[in-house]
Structure formats: structure tokens, C-alpha cells
């Protein structure tokens, strides 16, 4: 498990947070992503939730000091919530409740739930954490596919819907998509969305070159889109799978002074199930 990095090679965590605090970001994600009790027991190590996510966020504080905030990286089970798998949702909410509790004792300043593709699985960690804290700030991405669907079917404005009937800071996607796909998914987000929104696109989609995945957006590209995402209304920009430095110091130098410029969502009001969303009102 790569969070068990946090215990036997804690020297390298604290350089990799030690690069990008030093290039001047505002937030640090921790090395928690899998730290779950359903995804350390693929290693035998469900009895280390605590001390794994413990140790992560003490090692990003010890590096990011005044300089940035640390966020706790919750990722998903990878188990589908009933009815589309056998995971309950009180059981998810009670895997995420006890590694978000951790994180927060341990001294956490937001709580990032990122790479979902159960809408459902998302709500789970959302309401853990809101039992747990209401002073931190809560966000949440999900991860869609090329067609702008998650795995399970939900898109862009049936995740904003669901999302934003629950106390929640921020929404958004990251991974599973480069700069450009990312931003038609923000086109979509936010014509519905009141929240504050959230991207952090991959350095392209990652093609095999002698047996190795390589990402093939340049630092440039990724700039190139963060400027326009922030200029047309992204809160928070940052950079996902393959991504380097370089990528992240380039979106760095074009986000920077920049405040996002967005147009007022129009008031409507909506329902959305997982796979599909409709709007209520006069006309409708």
C-alpha cells in the first residue's frame, strides 16, 4: 500500500511535499488516499487506519507550516454501494468516519473526498465528515469518464444536484481525464452548480511507450486550460495523475493574482437520481 509509505519511508513523503510547497501552492494533499480500512486489508494492514493517517497529515504539517494548507486525501473503497454492490451505505459512512476522524484529530485543515464514481459512495464520506466537524471545509470530486459519465452513469449536473443538497464547500472532478475534457465537464458544472468549484485535470490521458504509461499534456497545456478555468469561474485549480513540478508550476505562475470571474447561476429548482436530472418550475 502505497500509505504505508507514511510509516517506513517517511523521509520521502516529507520531499515530495517539500517540492511543492516550495513552488508556492496553496494546498497539499496528504499520502491518504487508500487509507481506509476496506482498501489497507487488500494488504493486511486494516488495523492501521489511525496510526497510517496519523502519521501522513503530521508529516505534511511538519513541511507545509504556515505556508499551505493540508488536506486529507479520502478516496473511495473501491466497492460499489447497494444496490449496485454489496457495501450498505451506514458501513461506508462508518470506513470513512473512522480515517476522516483520524485525519482531523491528527490535525487536518480541510477534508479533500476526491476520485469517486459512486454518487452514492460520495454522500457517504460527505455526511461522515459533517458528523465529525462542521468548521473544516468539506470538498468533493468526482471522476468521469471520456463520454462525461462516471462509471456508474452520474453526470456533471446530477453530481452538482445531489452534491449541493448536502453541507459540502466545494465540488468538482479530478483524474480520469486531461485539461480539455475536464474543462467541457466545468462548461456543464457550472450552468447548474451555487457552489464553489474544484478541478484538478491529469497531464492528459496516459498512453503505454515501452511498457510504460507516459502523460502526454505539457506543462503548457495545462496552464493554457487553468487560465481558462479560473477566468470563466474555477475557485480551486490544481493538477491530478502524471502530472510533475513542472506541470504544477506552470498552472501556478498563470493562476496566481487571478480571481475567478463567474456569471450568477440563475435560481431554478431541480431533482436528479443517479443517471439522470430534470428541472421543476413553470415551464418544465
Known amino acids: 500500500a502505497p500509505e504505508l509509505l507514511n510509516l517506513t519511508q517517511p523521509q520521502w513523503i516529507r ?38 493517517n496519523t502519521s501522513a497529515i503530521a508529516l505534511a504539517r511538519e513541511i507545509a507550516k504556515e505556508k499551505a494548507l493540508v488536506g486529507a486525501s479520502i478516496g473511495p473503497t473501491g466497492k460499489f454501494v447497494e444496490p ?3 457495501l450498505s451505505f451506514d458501513n461506508a459512512k462508518e470506513v470513512f468516519r473512522e480515517q476522516i476522524a483520524a485525519c482531523i484529530k491528527a490535525g487536518a485543515q480541510l477534508i479533500l473526498i476526491e476520485t469517486f464514481s459512486d454518487i452514492k459512495e460520495a454522500k457517504a464520506a460527505i455526511i461522515a465528515a459533517r458528523e465529525l466537524t462542521q468548521r473544516l471545509p468539506v470538498i ?20 452538482c444536484i445531489i452534491l449541493e443538497a ?8 479530478n483524474c480520469g481525464l486531461g485539461p480539455e475534457k475536464i474543462y467541457e465537464v466545468f462548461q456543464r458544472m457550472k450552468k447548474v452548480s451555487r457552489k464553489k468549484l474544484f478541478f484538478q485535470p491529469n497531464a492528459g490521458m496516459p498512453i503505454l511507450r515501452d511498457g510504460r504509461p507516459y502523460f502526454p499534456a505539457s506543462p503548457q497545456l495545462m496552464a493554457d486550460y487553468a487560465l481558462k478555468l479560473v477566468q470563466e469561474g474555477t475557485n480551486i485549480i490544481g493538477c491530478c495523475c502524471g502530472s510533475t ?31 439522470q436530472w430534470l428541472e421543476l418550475g413553470k415551464d418544465k
Open 166 to 173: 448536502l453541507d459540502i464547500d466545494l465540488i468538482g472532478a
Open 15 to 52: 520531499e515530495i511535499h517539500q517540492v511543492y510547497v516550495d513552488l508556492g501552492v496553496d494546498i497539499i494533499a496528504t499520502n491518504t488516499f487508500g487509507a481506509n480500512r476496506i482498501k489497507l486489508a487488500h494488504y493486511g494492514q486494516d488495523n492501521k487506519v489511525e496510526e497510517i
Open 84 to 86: 449496485i454492490g454489496e
Open 140 to 159: 468533493c470530486t468526482l471522476t468521469f469518464q471520456d463520454n462525461l459519465r462516471t462509471i456508474l452513469g452520474t453526470g456533471p449536473e446530477e453530481a
Open 245 to 275: 513540478p513542472a506541470h504544477v508550476r506552470a498552472v501556478r505562475e498563470v493562476a496566481k493574482g487571478l480571481k475567478p470571474h463567474r456569471s450568477p447561476v440563475i435560481p431554478f429548482s431541480a431533482l436528479a437520481s443517479r443517471t
